[in-house]
């Protein structure tokens, strides 16, 4: 079984730049979750999608982030326009329905640096 | 304000002891608690957890305890293997919010 892919694994950017991350979940997954994290952090929630509604978008910055899940499945993070302190590793996740939403499965998340 | 708390940046054991990571919690409202592990340049995995009705859980060489009263969380590694080498994330879900809460994590390091 294929895991959750993310691409691209690393991304350089000066200040003000676009950017977007795409996240690919397991099949059969309808819960897609975003997460950030700072050096030295844990992972902390942007966004949860359940199917293609987003239905926790509480910590995402709307005046500079923006996110979509077409169909349910693949998702896009955008982020416009990048400020120095977005650097971060962005995660993206999935869960089945039946997990609870508490077993969650990580890509290996995009590493983006904002010179 | 940080909800999930590790205390210790990092810790460093022998091969065949036993690995004894810590957290600390404030939220009552917490109902499920897990611990993810995380290698570099990959995502972080899920390892074990525990309900917050009970006070163990055993998973092989991983022990998961868990003490309400003191709202804090245990993991033991039983004996510790240098594959074990990695950052552990304490995670708590919200009861009712379906998300996760996670700690700032613990780099553990098994010397051989």
């Known amino acids: 079984e294929a895991g959750v892919v993310q691409s691209p694994r690393y991304k350089i950017i000066e200040k003000k730049q676009p950017v977007a991350f795409w996240c690919n979940p397991i099949?059969?997954?309808?819960?897609l979750y975003w997460y950030r994290q700072n050096l030295g952090q844990g992972p902390e929630l942007l966004i949860r999608?359940?199917?293609?509604?987003?239905?926790?978008d509480s910590q995402l910055p709307k005046d500079r982030f923006s996110a979509e899940r077409l169909k349910g499945v693949d998702s896009t993070l955008k982020i416009q326009p990048a400020e120095l302190g977005d650097s971060a590793v962005y995660l993206c996740?999935?869960?089945?329905?039946?997990?609870?939403?508490?077993?969650?499965?990580f890509g290996s998340g995009t590493q983006l640096s904002v010179l | 304000d940080q909800q999930v708390k590790q205390n210790s940046p990092s810790l460093s054991v022998q091969e065949g002891r036993i690995s004894i990571l810590n957290c600390d919690y404030t939220?009552?409202?917490?109902?499920?608690f897990l611990w993810y592990k995380k290698y570099p340049a990959e995502g972080p995995t899920f390892l074990i957890s525990?309900?917050?009705?009970?006070d163990k859980n055993e998973d092989g060489r991983f022990t998961v305890f868990l003490n309400k009263s003191a709202k804090h969380l245990s993991l033991h590694i039983v004996p510790s293997q240098p594959g074990d080498s990695a950052v552990y994330f304490c995670?708590?879900?919200?009861?009712?919010?379906?998300?996760?809460?996670f700690g700032q994590g613990t780099r553990l390091t098994i010397n051989p």
């Open positions: 996740a999935s869960s089945p329905r039946e997990s609870g939403h508490e077993k969650l499965f």
């Open positions: 099949s059969g997954h309808n819960t």
């Open positions: 999608y359940e199917n293609e509604e987003a239905v926790d």
């Open positions: 939220n009552s409202m917490f109902d499920y």
């Open positions: 525990i309900s917050s009705i009970k």
């Open positions: 995670a708590a879900r919200i009861q009712g919010a379906q998300k996760l809460v």
